[in-house]
Each structure stands twice: as C-alpha cells, then as structure tokens.
C-alpha cells in the first residue's frame, strides 16, 4: 500500500468519495443506530469498538513493517504512540461514547486521501493535504447534521474530525516512513494544501456566520426552508455577557439598550402568550418561539421555566437545608434576572412574584455565592461576528500570499 501508488487514480479518488458519502448517509440514521447498539449492548459498546480498531490498526502497522524488514524502535515507538493518543481521546469521550467513533470514519478517510493523492504527490506536503481533506469533509459533515432532525452541529465535533484525519497521518509519516514520499515540500504540494486549506476555511466561515438573523433572511427568500425555523439549536450565535452584582452572571441574544427597548415595546404582548403558557407546555412553546422566529420570547420564556422550575424542585422531598438553599438561590436569582431586564414583560404575564415571596426567598438563598445563568450558556460573548470575519480575510489572505510565493519557485 505505501511502497507505490495505487494502481488507478479515479479509483482511489471514488474511494474518497464513496467514503464521505458513507459518512454522510449514516447522519440521519446515526440516533435510531445509537438507540438499538444502546438497548441491545450498552453505549459503551461503541468506544470499545474504536479501542479495539485501533489496536488492530496497531498490530497490523507493525506487521506490515516486520514483513518489509524495516521496523525498528523509532518507528514503533511514534505507533504506539499514535494509537495511545486516539486510545486515551477516545477513552476521554466516555460519557458520550458514540462520539468516538469520529476517529474510526475520520481516520479511514485520512489513509483513504493519502492514497489517493500519492498519484500526484510524492513529498511530506502530502500528509497536510490529506489531513486538510478529512477536516474538510468533516465541516460539511457537521453542515449536514445541522439540517437534519434531531442533529446537532458542533465546532468540537469539526475539531474531532480534523484531529482524527491528522492524526493518521502522524502515523504514517513518523510510523510507516512510506518509501514513495521523499525530500521537503514541493510548490505543488503547498499550493494544493493552500487551495484546500481555503475552502475550509470558506466554508467554516459561511458555518460561523449562519446565525438566527440570516437564517430568518434565507427562510424567508426561499419557502422551501422553513423547517429550519423550527430549530432550537443554533450553528453558532453570538451576545451580550452580562455581570450584575448582587444577581450574577447571564447571557442574552440583546445589548442591554435592545433588551430595554424591546421589553418597553413588546411587553404587554409577550406578556399575554407568555400568561397563556404552563410548564406542561414548555417544550411546544420554545419549539414555536425559537431562536430565529422570536429570540426575545424564547430567552424570556426560558428563564420563566428555570425559576419556576428550581423554585418547585426546592419542596420536592428536600435532600437538607443546604440542597434547599441552592436551589432557592437558583430560583431567586432568575427572577431577579427578569425583574431587572424584563420587567414589562413579566407584569404583564402575570409571572410575577408577590413581595412576601421575594423577601422570603432573599433570606433563604446564599447571598455572597456565584451565579451564572445556564440560559443561552451558549451563546459566544467574546469574539463577535467581525472577528471571525476579521480572522477569516487574515487567513486567505496569508494562504494567498503563500500560494503566489510557491507558484513563483516553480516558474524559477
């Protein structure tokens, strides 16, 4: 495998693809194929899959090695180590074990490029481009999740992706040394990883930037997308961190000049929908008040429903004073939070405390503890949308500048 090309290069180059068109397929099956591996073996059945794969990739490196006479201490040691890091990755994604199995799809589709890009690549340049094709691949991957139910997208899955198809190739040029690739970087091969290395960005950029605001702009320009104005789940959404003393710490979608504006102008109406809705019918609530139809209702809504919820939760079979208190702490702080940014808006849902209430609750909560605000907890607060954009020109432009340098060694 590593001491020639394959035989046909559309063949390897069909491989890649039919690859990624695996991966791909198995995204709107992935949650009913997790639900029946759970049922019929444990979760956990999944992370011990990519233990297992990888120590038989192991053993077969190795082997392959002895068979060409050219194993030796060095290169044992970077396999070994190699499959320790994926092993001790893996391993770290044990509460949601599926997760790991990123490595076995990224990893395949690494050797996979690398095959296929030693038709016209034969220097260490090969080992970034292949590595640049799987983290390519896998934004679109997390781009397709996103538009499918029950999918979610993720920059640390984009990450996993990435690492997964890097990691490989670690393998193969400190383990497996293939004889077929030798020397420095050539032009051609820095220029082909700057060509790839821009269209992930490109397309990581047009990910960063699909917030609530454009995807209501592109919904409402083409009908045929409105099932993502159902979402809940965001690809990415930038706000406001906001630090109050005597309250703590929250997030919100608003500057605290919009929140006030909005809270005076739409008041009396978010006040009303929100007195007509019950705790039984939170989850149909923010599935039709989401993000991108009415980020202002949502984010009220679901600090209602955290108060509400810990405030109730505080008389169910207490578990000690101190189990109490935290959970009035929580339920005291959340109204504070409305009462100081939404205060129309609770009036008029009739949601408000009466001030026995509050006063009680003031005594009973810890004062001097920390709080911040599971709401909105992932919204990005500090870097907004012009610093992706501001980082993402930076990056083209320096991958530009790379390509044109290389392109004139060539001509010399």
Same mark, same amino acid.
């Given at each position: 495998m590593?001491?020639?090309?394959?035989?046909?290069e559309? $063949?390897?180059? !069909?491989l890649? +693809?039919?690859?990624? %068109?695996?991966?791909?397929?198995?995204?709107p #099956?992935?949650?009913?194929i997790?639900?029946?591996?759970?049922?019929?073996?444990g979760?956990?059945?999944?992370?011990?899959?990519?233990?297992?794969?990888?120590?038989a990739a192991?053993l077969?490196?190795?082997?392959?090695?002895?068979?060409?006479?050219s194993?030796?201490?060095v290169r044992?040691a970077?396999l070994?180590g190699v499959?320790?890091?994926?092993?001790?990755y893996?391993?770290?994604?044990r509460?949601?074990p599926?997760e790991a199995?990123h490595?076995l799809?990224?990893?395949?589709?690494?050797?996979?490029a690398?095959?296929?890009?030693?038709?016209r690549?034969?220097?260490?340049?090969?080992?970034?481009?292949?590595?640049?094709i799987g983290g390519? $691949?896998?934004? !679109?991957?997390? +781009?397709?999740?996103? %538009?499918?139910?029950?999918?979610?997208?993720? #920059?640390?899955?984009?990450?996993?992706?990435?690492?997964a198809?890097s990691l490989?190739?670690v393998?193969?040029?400190?383990?497996?040394?293939?004889?077929?690739i030798?020397?420095t970087p050539?032009?051609?091969?820095?220029?082909?990883?700057c060509?790839?290395?821009?269209?992930?960005?490109?397309?990581l950029l047009?990910s960063?930037?699909?917030?609530?605001?454009?995807i209501?702009?592109y919904?409402?320009?083409?009908?045929?997308l409105g099932?993502l104005?159902e979402?809940?789940?965001?690809?990415?959404?930038y706000g406001n961190?906001?630090?109050?003393?005597?309250?703590?710490?929250?997030?919100?979608?608003?500057?605290?000049?919009?929140l006030?504006?909005i809270d005076?102008?739409?008041?009396v109406?978010?006040?009303?929908i929100?007195?007509?809705?019950?705790?039984?019918d939170?989850e149909?609530f923010?599935?039709r008040?989401t993000?991108?139809?009415?980020?202002f209702?949502?984010?009220v809504?679901?600090?209602?429903?955290?108060?509400d919820r810990?405030l109730?939760?505080a008389?169910w079979?207490?578990?000690?004073?101190h189990?109490?208190?935290?959970?009035?702490?929580?339920?005291y702080?959340e109204?504070?939070?409305?009462?100081?940014f939404?205060p129309?808006?609770l009036?008029h849902?009739?949601?408000?405390?009466?001030?026995?209430?509050?006063?009680?609750?003031?005594?009973q909560?810890?004062?001097e503890?920390?709080?911040?605000?599971?709401v909105?907890?992932?919204?990005?607060?500090?870097?907004?949308e012009r610093?992706?954009?501001?980082?993402?020109g930076?990056?083209?432009?320096?991958l530009?500048?790379i390509?044109?340098?290389?392109?004139?060694?060539?001509?010399?």
């Amino acid at each position: 495998m590593f001491e020639r090309s394959p035989a046909r290069e559309w $063949v390897s180059w !069909l491989l890649v +693809a039919a690859w990624s %068109l695996v991966i791909f397929a198995t995204i709107p #099956l992935a949650r009913a194929i997790q639900r029946s591996v759970r049922e019929a073996f444990g979760e956990q059945v999944f992370l011990y899959l990519v233990l297992v794969t990888t120590l038989a990739a192991l053993l077969v490196a190795l082997r392959y090695l002895r068979g060409l006479g050219s194993i030796s201490l060095v290169r044992t040691a970077w396999l070994v180590g190699v499959a320790a890091v994926c092993a001790g990755y893996a391993f770290s994604l044990r509460r949601a074990p599926s997760e790991a199995v990123h490595f076995l799809q990224y990893g395949v589709l690494g050797l996979l490029a690398f095959r296929a890009l030693t038709h016209r690549l034969r220097d260490p340049g090969i080992y970034l481009a292949a590595a640049l094709i799987g983290g390519t $691949v896998g934004i !679109l991957d997390e +781009a397709i999740q996103w %538009l499918t139910p029950e999918r979610i997208w993720g #920059l640390r899955d984009i990450w996993l992706n990435f690492f997964a198809a890097s990691l490989i190739q670690v393998g193969i040029a400190a383990g497996i040394r293939p004889p077929l690739i030798a020397g420095t970087p050539t032009p051609r091969s820095i220029r082909l990883s700057c060509r790839i290395a821009a269209l992930a960005t490109l397309l990581l950029l047009a990910s960063l930037l699909n917030t609530p605001l454009r995807i209501a702009w592109y919904v409402e320009r083409i009908p045929a997308l409105g099932f993502l104005l159902e979402r809940s789940d965001m690809m990415l959404e930038y706000g406001n961190l906001y630090e109050v003393p005597g309250i703590g710490s929250f997030r919100s979608r608003f500057s605290p000049a919009e929140l006030e504006r909005i809270d005076a102008e739409r008041g009396v109406e978010a006040g009303r929908i929100l007195a007509g809705s019950s705790e039984a019918d939170y989850e149909s609530f923010i599935a039709r008040y989401t993000p991108i139809s009415d980020p202002f209702l949502h984010e009220v809504r679901v600090h209602l429903f955290r108060r509400d919820r810990y405030l109730t939760a505080a008389g169910w079979k207490p578990e000690g004073e101190h189990w109490v208190r935290r959970h009035l702490t929580v339920g005291y702080r959340e109204n504070r939070i409305l009462e100081s940014f939404f205060p129309n808006t609770l009036r008029h849902s009739g949601g408000e405390l009466t001030p026995e209430r509050r006063a009680n609750l003031a005594q009973q909560q810890y004062p001097e503890e920390p709080y911040e605000s599971k709401v909105s907890q992932n919204l990005l607060t500090r870097i907004g949308e012009r610093h992706v954009v501001a980082g993402a020109g930076a990056t083209l432009l320096a991958l530009l500048g790379i390509h044109v340098a290389a392109g004139r060694r060539m001509r010399r």
